[in-house]
């Protein structure tokens, strides 16, 4: 049988197999599909009138074709192709396919009486069309997601300095496309590479193709066959790729530099890094023991303390703009058993703020209209959160939001 759905996928010319039978056409028969739908439609009709919509009818029309070649031998093989043919004419079909199987697709068609040829660029491509194109496309999406968090991640950390929260800090979209891109560029340059080959291995079926016609051809006529071309099995030079990767590896690094730029520029995201906050965060308070610290996001760390009687958590964190819009002045507002007390005592703005639902109680103070620290609690009173509060140097915590201005 010549057309076989085994064929193998082809890596190099060398593994190229084509092949060619020669007969007369008989059974030559054009002939068109046509499919018809409708969509739409209905309505209502009542005693007062309605109204009615006609349906929509669409038709799609497919010209198909088909003849037998005939050998002299006997053999006959179905084709099934629009080509120009009628029955009584030679015609020469050829396939292409893989050297292990020794099978193919039908590749190529040539009348010798009217000198027309046909090659199916289609069925060419068949050949290369499972040769890894598809896992490498998968392989550089997810090598983008993991380049971004973690070599973005890197990046942040080594032209800023600064925490690793890239979704936190200003500039961190610049760091994460550009992680992305350079953890990209090594299956760009596969991808690249892929394509190119693919490519090439396309053209050198194509030259095998009209070489196999052309050798029928001068068969069929009684003349010396044509040498058969001489076709390179190494791929070609990888530039392209190389210069592909190369340049998705720069633009990674100019994001990552413009993220840089951004992040130590002064602007309303400019807020303290964790890493700078976390050492004022006091290790015991009033022999409650410091347990379980984590930073929350840029300019934002937190710490668990346990007394006898319960436990609260103490926050110290950069408020940025969002502290100097915020009303600043004494006041008291209440929600059935919730309520805020705000008082402004030496330049310190002082919060304190209790949810019934969740019983939770809150006391902070604001530093220079920036910095706060907090503590909150379900189970201790209003004076243990002040004392905690207050064993934070929150002159220390001031002075280090110099560096880091907000405007």
């Known amino acids: 049988m010549a057309k076989s759905d085994r064929v193998n996928t082809v890596t190099k010319p060398s593994e190229i197999y084509v092949f060619s039978h020669t007969g007369q056409v008989k059974g030559a028969q054009r002939w068109s599909d046509t499919h018809v739908s409708s969509s739409g439609g209905g309505g209502w009709v009542g005693p007062h009138g309605g109204r009615v919509e006609a349906a929509q009818v669409h038709s799609n029309v497919v010209q198909r074709g088909k003849f037998f070649l005939c050998e002299d031998n006997g053999a006959e093989h179905e084709i099934h192709s629009l080509f120009g043919v009628r029955d009584g004419q030679r015609v020469i079909a050829a396939w292409g396919g893989d050297t292990h199987s020794r099978r193919g697709y039908l590749m190529g068609l040539h009348n010798l009486a009217t000198g027309e040829r046909l090659i199916m660029d289609r069925e060419v491509r068949r050949l290369t069309a499972s040769f890894g194109g598809c896992a490498l496309a998968i392989a550089a999406l997810v090598a983008a997601g993991v380049g971004a968090m973690v070599l973005g991640s890197l990046l942040m950390g080594m032209m800023t300095g600064a925490d690793v929260d890239l979704l936190g800090a200003k500039g961190g979209l610049f760091f994460l496309f550009g992680g992305a891109v350079i953890g990209a560029a090594p299956l760009v340059y596969l991808l690249v590479r892929h394509q190119q080959r693919a490519s090439w291995i396309t053209d ?22 044509p040498p058969a071309p001489s076709i390179d099995d190494n791929p070609p030079a990888a530039t392209t790729a190389l210069v592909a990767a190369v340049a998705c590896a720069v633009f990674g ?38 347990t379980n610290q984590r930073a929350y996001r840029r300019g934002v760390v937190g710490a668990n303390y346990c007394t006898a009687d319960g436990c609260y958590e103490l926050l110290i964190a950069d408020m940025g703009l969002q502290a100097k819009t915020q009303r600043y002045g004494s006041y008291e507002t209440k929600d059935g058993c919730s309520y805020e007390k705000v008082r402004i005592e030496n330049d310190v703005r002082t919060q304190e703020l209790y949810n019934c639902y969740k019983k939770e109680l809150e006391y902070a103070e604001i530093s220079g209209r920036r910095m706060m620290i907090g503590a909150v609690s379900k189970d201790l009173p209003l004076a243990t959160l002040k004392a905690a509060v207050r064993a934070v140097d929150a002159e220390a915590v001031l002075a280090a939001s110099k560096d880091y201005r907000v405007e």
Do not use: C
């Open 204 to 225: 050198a079926t194509r030259r095998v193709l009209n070489s196999e016609l052309d050798s029928a051809i001068a068969a069929e006529r009684g003349q010396v066959a």
């Open 253 to 290: 690094v100019v994001l990552a530099f413009q993220g840089a730029g951004t992040q130590n520029a002064v602007g309303p995201d400019n807020l303290v890094p964790t890493s700078k906050l976390a050492p004022f965060l006091p290790a015991e308070v009033d022999g409650a023991t410091q």
